[in-house]
Each structure stands twice: as C-alpha cells, then as structure tokens.
C-alpha cells in the first residue's frame, strides 16, 4: 500500500489504522534526518530531532487539517525542534556543511585543489555559523534544500517578503565573510 498518496494515508491514520502513521514515517524519515542534520551537525543530535519530531506528528496527525502538505507540515516541526535544540544547548554551533556539498572524486584531483577545497568548505561553514538564526534557517532551506519561498513562508511561518530579505543579507553577510577570509590570506 505504499503508492497511497499522503492525503490517505492521513485519513487512514485519523480512522485508527496505525500502520498508516509507520508508512509516512518510511515516506520522510530520511528528509527529516537531513534537515536535523544540517541545523546540528550530529549525527546523534539529528537522529534525537527526528525521532522527536516524528513523535510530535504521531501526537498531532489526528488533529492535521491538510491545511498544508504533511512534507511542509513535517518540515516545520522538524526545523522548530531543531531551532529549540540548538537553543536549549545553547551552543555557538559550528555549523557544518561538508554533507551538502557533493564530494569530489579525490583520486583525480590534485593535492593543492583538496586542500583549497576543504578551505573553501571551511570558510563556508565558518561563514553560515556567524548568520544570524532566522538567516541561517532561510538560508539553508533555500539554498541546499532548494524549497521555493513559499513553502519556507509556511515552514518558518513568516512573510514572503520577510524570507526573501533574510536570504539576501545571509548571501551577501557569507559573500562578505568569505572576501575577508580571502583578504587576510
């Protein structure tokens, strides 16, 4: 029964059916984990917020109206646990993207482009950890997840207009980080 579009599969949970929950959750586990991963950087951090946020869809999927997508609407719990995540820590987190960016085949580069590489990988890490909270969300569900603005508006619930402002100052803030880096050097 898994080409059962979302849409059913909700219904069929909100009847009492609960294997129709376990389909959803082999539906976006993966998409979940990511999106964690990509705010914590932990792989234990990031499999804690999935599980929890699939524990917060279990406990609400009889409530959900489909006023959105369940992949919007699982996107928004996950990134609103992940933000309390990071807050609750309160940890200045070094915030890594070495899983986003498609790795080269290293046996045919040369040593100095690896090198450059990971420098470059570095300062755009470094670059994204100094964004401020709000910017780094846009940022990183606009860029490396590619959601247009819209579906962010809902994720993040705030204005069109207000993501498309963050996105811009968080590009120029990493522009602007990277050109001193490179300045220095």
Known sequence: MTDQTDQELVRRFQRGDESAFNEVVRRYQEKVYWIARRFVNDHDAADDITQEAFCKAYESLRGFRGDASIYTWLY???V????????RQKV???F???ALFD???TSVQAPDELVEQQEDRA?????IAQLPRKQRSVF?????EELPYEEIAKILKTSVGGLKANYFHAVR???EYIKRAHGTH
Do not use: H, M, P, W
């Open 76 to 78: 928004r719990i996950t």
């Open 80 to 87: 609103n646990i992940a933000l309390n995540t990071i807050r």
């Open 92 to 94: 200045k987190a070094f």
């Open 96 to 98: 890594r993207i070495d």
């Open 103 to 105: 790795v080269a085949d």
């Open 123 to 127: 300062l755009i890490e470094q670059a």
């Open 140 to 144: 990183v569900l606009r860029y490396y």
């Open 173 to 175: 803030k990493i522009q």
